[in-house]
């Protein structure tokens, strides 16, 4: 069976209950009908992927406990995808593909890096939010001193000095180039995604604050 021919009718599988769980994991039911891939990369996206539950069982929950989603909550929307796997079975098998769980983790944790990045965009943070990410960042590891200097200077993470969003102004002050300071910026919002969970946590929770004001 064809790509375009497979479709799931998933908001009438989906309960209000699930609704709720999948909209506090920010995730969105976005059509009516899902083909395969579309319908595994919201399990995906909702933390229901194939890892070895056998093993590290735990690693079940580690996503949604992170969203303040219970166990029971989790375990409710885990057994409604299960029922439509076992329903659509005949046509999600060809669709079907292991996934390693540091892959989907790699994955959340560029989702966090990118919510950060629009809130720093859009000049929302407080100064003790501001502080905090200034220390991620200044002990962030495999980057250089300058590239922070530049990531903080450009997003006016440093309580002491101005902000200047503008890579040619800095480019003006530091006698180089505006793809110089682009490249650094870039450099460490690429190195967020490697932050330790514990970083990662840090993140999550000033941007769940920020959001609750």
């Not at 209950?17 to 083909?35: A, S």
């Not at 890892?51 to 409604?80: A, C, I, Q, R, W």
């Not at 966090?112 to 200034?134: A, G, H, S, Y």
Request: a neutral charge; charged letters at 35%.
């Amino acid at each position: 069976m064809s790509e375009k021919q497979v479709k799931i009718n998933l908001k009438d599988e989906l309960s209000d209950k699930d609704i709720q769980v999948i909209n506090k994991l920010e995730c969105e039911v976005h059509n009516e009908f899902y083909t395969g891939a579309e319908y595994y990369k919201l399990k995906e996206n909702l933390g229901i992927y194939y890892s070895s539950y056998k093993e590290e069982p735990e690693l079940k929950y580690k996503k949604p406990l992170k969203y303040g989603v219970t166990k029971e909550e989790f375990d409710y929307v885990h057994n409604t995808f299960n029922r439509i796997d076992n329903k659509y079975a005949n046509i999600l098998d060809e669709h079907w593909r292991r996934i390693d769980f540091s892959v989907i983790w790699l994955a959340e944790k560029q989702h966090v890096r990118d919510k950060l990045i629009n809130f720093l965009e859009v000049e929302i943070l407080n100064d003790t939010q501001r502080q905090q990410l200034f220390d991620i960042v200044i002990n962030m590891k495999e980057t250089t001193l300058l590239q922070k200097e530049r990531f903080i200077l450009y997003y006016g993470l440093d309580k002491d000095k101005a902000k200047i969003h503008s890579c040619s102004k800095i480019a003006t002050i530091q006698n180089c180039t505006s793809s110089n300071i682009r490249q650094a910026i870039n450099k460490i919002k690429s190195r967020f995604i490697r932050l330790s969970d514990e970083e990662i946590d840090q993140i999550r929770e000033i941007i769940k604050n920020e959001k609750g004001r």
